[in-house]
Every structure is written in C-alpha cells, then in structure tokens.
C-alpha cells in the first residue's frame, strides 16, 4: 500500500470523527469528550493535513469553523464577518505572539493591550437599527449564523433599545451569551429533584437555551450577556478597544467590569495570573483571557489572517472539564446520618487542581447518571465547589463495568440503612452513636457560622474521637490541655491555644448556638428565625410543633424536625450539661430582663434531686451567673451535701447560704414567672 493512501484514510478517520463530535456539541449539545480532548483532535488533524497539503478535502472541518445552522433557525449574514481568535497556553507563547506584532509594525517600545475575561459561552451578534434590537444571531461559521432573535430577546441583560444618543443608525454588537454559576447550579438542583436531565456545564447550559424552538423556554433559563466588540458600526470610529467597551456600557450593553487597560507583555501577564486567581469567585465560567492590542490604528496596520486578526489572542486557562476514569463509590455517612456516595476518580487536572473524588448526591443521581465503575465520566468542576460528574460516556464503557448498589448497613457503624417512603436520601438512624455522625457533628459544632472553635480540625476530631476523649459536644468543654497535649502533632503551646479558643467559643449567640446543634433541616437562617422569635432557650425547648410553625419560614417539616431534637432525652443531656459548662449569649431584648439577671450564684457540694450541671443549667437560663469560686460579689451560695471549703468561705464573707430545698423554690418560682418550667 502506498504511503499517500494510508494518510488519506487516516485523514478521513479523523475528519469523520471531528464532524461526529462537532455535531454532538454544536448541534446535539451532547458532547462525548472533553473540549481538550476535542481540541487535541482537531489538532491531530490539522497538522496531518499541514503536512500533507495536497489532501487536504473542501469539506474537511478544518476548512469551515462552527457547525451548519440546526433546521429550523433562518440563516443571517453578518453583515461584517465575525473573527475567530488565535490562542496561546503559556507566558513564553504570549511573548512570542507580541514580539512577531512587534517587529510586524517595526514597534519600538510597548504596546497598550485591552485585556478582557474570555467569558465561556455562546458568541453572538445583535444589530441594533435606530437603536432598537432587531435582530440576534449566533456566530456560526462566522460568514453565516442563525436567527435567534425571538431567544435572545428573552435574555433580561440585553437592551431591547439602547440608551442615550450618538449611536450609528445600523450598528452590530458583539457578545458572549453565558449561564451564571449560581443559576447554573439552581437549574441543575431543580432539575435533580424533579427526575429530569442536567445540564452538563454552564456553557451548554446557554447554547441549548438558545436552541430552543420555543422562546418561553429560553425565558425560563437564566442567560446573561458580556458585551466586547462592535461589527457594522456606520459612522462611529472609536480609536481603542477600551473606547468601544465604554462606549457599548454608555449605550446599555452589559461590559464585563473585569476589563482593563495594562501596558506591554508585562501588564498582560500580570492580569492573566491575577485574573486565574479569582476565576473561583467571578460566578461565571471563563476559559481564559483575551488581549487585544488597544489602538485601532494598530489594529488595521496588523490586520487579520485566515478569518484571526493579528491584533488580538487569547491566553487560555486550564480547562475546568476533563474525562477520566470512575474507580469506585465510596458510601459516606453525613451529620445528619445521610448517606453520600462519593466518586472516586483516576485522578485528572482540571480547572487548575488534581481532582480524585466527586460528589454524586443520592443513589438517584447514580442512575440517572446510569454510572458503573470502570466508567469513563465527564468530570466538571465549577467555580470552587466539589467537582461534579456530569455524564458518563456510554461509547467507552467497558465490558466489566459493574453496577452499583447501595450497600444495606451504615459503613461506620453498621446499623441497618433507612430510606423514607418517597426520600431520595437514604439514612443511618444511629444518630451521634455512629461514629461518623459524632465526628461530623462536632465538626459542624465548632464550625466557622456554629461555635466557632478556631483550631478544631478535622484531624483533631478524629482523633479526639477515636481515643474516646470527645462523645458529644459538652465533651470539648472538658478537655484540658494535659489531653490535647497526648494528641500526634499536638505541641503544648497548640493545645493551649485550642483551649483558649474553647473558652472563648462559650460566649455566643442564641442564634449560633441554635444553629451548632446541627439539628436536621436548621440551617444558620432558621437558627436566626428560630432565636428572635423564641428569645430564650427554655422557650425554645417546650415549643410544640404549632407554635414552631409560626415561625417565619419554619414549615411543618422543620417544626416537626425541631421538636424531635428537642424530645430526645440525650439531647436536652447535652445541652444542660453545654450551659453548665458555661455556653452562654446575652439575654434577649426583652422589657422585662431575666429574673437572676445580674446575680452570681455557687454551687457547691453534692445535690440529691438533680446533678449540679442541671442546677447550673436552669440558674444560668434564668439569667445568674454561675461561678466556681465564692467571692464578695457571689449573690448565693447552694450547699449540697458535702459542702466544704466554699461554704466556709461564705460565711467568712457574709454571703447567704441556701439548701436545695430553697434553691427548688427559688427555680421554680421564677420559671413559672418567665413561662420556662425548665430550660
Ligand atoms: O469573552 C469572549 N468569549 C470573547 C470572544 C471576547 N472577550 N472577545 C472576543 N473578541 C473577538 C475579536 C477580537 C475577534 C473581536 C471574542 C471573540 N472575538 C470570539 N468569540 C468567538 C469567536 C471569537
């Protein structure tokens, strides 16, 4: 076989499979690979074809970019073509690429670049006639694009008419149609919950939207638009691009705010890295930056190649999108006893970090996904949230992949799983006897919003609980620095810190305290709600299910979620024993301030009917104090039992001295008073 034909069937494998995949995006919306991997072919091809010019076909997908119109769009001409942009991937490229524009132009000195987020979504071209939208296109094949006015109109950021005066009589704006993160994420949640398809990634999420046949459909999708270019622009002649981009603001069209001007190859590379280092926080996805060299003057002596001008390049990202393989599903066990199943992946690179797990939610979402291990998967990782599997290439499945099922019994603790009728989520009921329930509440407990106990890492958790130092949360409250000390990694001056910090975390909020509980389906909201209505935690604690429902955006569901927490005996335990160990906020603004307001009371030998924790609860909750030690500011001393050093010290000081009988009156005569039989 001559060597010529086997490059020319190797050329026609290659184009057939860029047209295949071309078509799932572009026109199924439903790709197979990753724009890497996609790009990698696509280069494949060209460069087979750079070598072997003479074979190369008029209808190779390198000859045309972008798709031919979906049926049922009318083709629109732009009335100038719309450019592609020349990409680079690293600072010494970019260097390059401004050196040949230099030496291009015989340059001396530094060019001025415009420097823009290259927004990853759908370009676009709306003209605007007397400065009404008239018509909207896509880019298509640059030449030629389809009407999809009546859809565009429906994207809230662009003007129907544009504002001010000076515009030309016929001008075509250039822009980039995109999917915010968060509504990205909405979309995605909605549609979880109602059993129906995700959007594999925001800019899919924008380019089906686009293609619906029926704008109402667009309308209900969440688009925005950046604009940065102008085509027609009859009788304006801006200078710069920064011009334009101020210009296009002052008229009504949405210009990203994250544009600027900088000076030289420098100022470029600069914006490039600062920009990489906020892509997590901009709420949308960008795949890059574009640099344009500013003056339009400069611009045309550069000109364009090939349908690319000279003048203008983009820096391209990491990609936020990789494939890779699924190894297996983990099962782990949340707060609330929910279990998860995590992915977990041959690692890959995307968005800038190695990702080796991604959340899968529910069982549900496995099957929606129709996910088995082995399972080439299309991973995404979004802004800075847990990376997300949002397909499984089906095409490449192996042979042995093998289905999942959710195991019968917790993977901590061993307890037989429960799954409500009708619940997506499946349970582990042991509550805090679960091991991995424990860890993550008191993980959830000294979180930032909860107690906010600074040093209380996850290493630390595990630890304290695995040694049996930490059951429940009161448990933290009697760690002494000699225990944290015996921890691996522990030095002296951490532990001292980590008790510091415990102690500091006693003095807070009724609403975080609220909140740490971790009680199911209370969120740091409800805890706020829950708190201003409530005032005190007595209140809290007696509250029926009705009363809790008139709470402010407390449902049934949650009313009924707070009054469980509250019944279970280990819970009120815990909290009693949190107070007694002196957790603690500022009484509510009410007109009437708490009855022991202002009063420091001792405790002090061995109670009969209740242990000291409880006295020191229900006096804490009336609004005392409760000290240690007796002093000339102690307001009462109860002697129990055994009492010693400290009621002699009272009498020393003068200091009343009280029996346990005479401390039940006292409880009982002020709770009644307050509506709180016991806190
Ligand atoms: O944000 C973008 N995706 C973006 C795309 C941008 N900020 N600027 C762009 N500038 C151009 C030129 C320089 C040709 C006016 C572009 C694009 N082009 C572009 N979008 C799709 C193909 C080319």
């Not at 415009?114 to 094949?141: F, H, N, W």
């Not at 999942?404 to 989520?425: H, N, Q, Y």
């Amino acid at each position: 076989m001559a060597d010529g034909d086997g490059v020319a069937s190797e050329l026609a494998t290659l184009r057939e499979k860029v047209r295949d995949h071309l078509h799932r995006y572009h026109v199924l919306d439903d790709p197979e690979i990753s724009d890497v991997e996609y790009d990698a072919l696509f280069e494949q091809l060209a460069s087979l074809e750079r070598r072997h010019p003479h074979l190369v076909t008029a209808d190779s997908p390198t000859q045309r970019v972008g798709a031919p119109p979906a049926a049922g769009f009318t083709p629109v001409v732009h009335e100038l073509p719309m450019l592609s942009l020349d990409k680079c991937a690293s600072d010494q490229e970019f260097a390059e690429w401004e050196g040949r524009c230099r030496s291009r132009l015989s340059y001396e000195g530094h060019f001025e670049f415009a420097c823009e987020p290259k927004i990853d979504g759908v370009a676009v071209s709306l003209l605007y006639e007397a400065g009404v939208l008239t018509r909207a296109a896509t880019r298509g094949d640059g030449q030629t694009g389809e009407d999809i006015t009546a859809n565009v109109r429906t994207v809230r950021g662009v003007p129907l008419k544009l504002r001010g005066d000076g515009f030309p009589p016929r001008l075509e704006v250039r822009g980039e149609i995109y999917m915010p993160l968060a509504d990205f994420r909405a979309f995605n949640e909605k549609a979880a919950a109602a059993g129906e398809r995700a959007l594999v990634n925001p800019r899919n999420g924008a380019a089906g939207s686009l293609r619906q046949m029926d704008p109402k459909l667009t309308a209900a999708r969440p688009l925005s638009i950046f604009c940065y270019s102008a085509g027609l622009r009859q009788g304006w002649s801006p200078t710069t691009q920064s011009e334009v981009l101020a210009t296009l603001q002052r008229w009504g069209l949405p210009v990203n705010r994250s544009a600027a001007t900088v000076q030289g190859v420098g100022g470029c590379l600069d914006y490039c890295r600062s920009l990489l280092a906020e892509r997590d926080q901009l709420g949308y996805e960008i795949d890059g930056v574009v640099m344009k060299v500013n003056e339009f003057a400069l611009q045309e002596a550069l000109g364009a190649v090939t349908r690319k001008p000279r003048w203008a390049i983009a820096f391209k990202y990491p990609a936020e999108e990789a494939t890779t393989t699924l190894r297996a599903v983990d099962f782990q066990v949340g707060r609330t006893g929910a279990i998860t199943p995590v992915a977990k992946l041959e690692p890959v690179f995307v968005g800038g970090v190695t990702v080796s797990n991604a959340t899968l939610h529910n069982m549900d979402e496995i099957e929606r996904l129709d996910l088995r291990v082995g399972d080439a998967v299309l991973v995404h990782r979004a802004g800075d949230v847990i990376p997300q599997i949002t397909k499984v290439i089906l095409a490449r499945r192996p042979e042995d992949a093998e289905t999942l099922a959710m195991p019968s019994t917790c993977p901590a603790c061993d307890t037989a799983i429960e799954r409500g009728e009708g619940e997506v989520v499946a349970r582990c009921p042991a509550g805090l006897t679960c091991p991995a329930q424990r860890r993550q509440a008191l993980r959830h407990f000294g979180s930032r919003l909860a107690m906010d106990i600074g040093g209380l890492g996850e290493k630390l958790i595990d630890q304290l609980v695995t040694r049996e130092l930490v059951q429940d949360p009161s448990d933290l409250y009697r760690l002494t620095a000699e225990n944290i000390a015996e921890l691996e990694r522990m030095a002296e001056k951490s532990a001292a810190n980590l008790i510091a910090a415990l102690n500091a975390s006693k003095a807070t909020t009724f609403a975080r305290f609220i909140y740490a509980l971790g009680i199911r389906e209370v969120g740091e909201s409800t805890a706020v709600a829950l708190a201003n209505h409530f005032g005190t935690l007595a209140a809290l604690r007696e509250a029926t299910e009705e009363a809790l429902a008139e709470v402010p955006d407390v449902g049934p569901v949650v009313a009924a979620q707070v009054r469980q927490f509250f019944a279970a005996a280990h819970n009120q335990r815990v909290i009693d024993e949190l107070l007694a160990l002196g957790v603690q906020w500022p009484a509510p603004e009410q007109p009437e301030a708490a009855p022991l307001s202002g009063e420091t009371w001792v405790l002090t030998g061995a109670l009969a009917g209740m242990t000291r924790n409880a006295a020191k609860a229900r006096l804490v909750a009336l609004g005392a104090k409760v000290a240690a030690s007796v002093s000339a500011n102690t307001t009462r001393v109860v002697a129990g039992d055994g009492a010693g050093s400290k009621l002699a010290e009272a009498k020393r000081l003068g200091v009343t001295v009280i029996d346990e009988e005479e401390l039940l009156d006292a409880l009982q005569k002020h709770e009644t008073r307050s509506g709180a039989d016991s806190p």
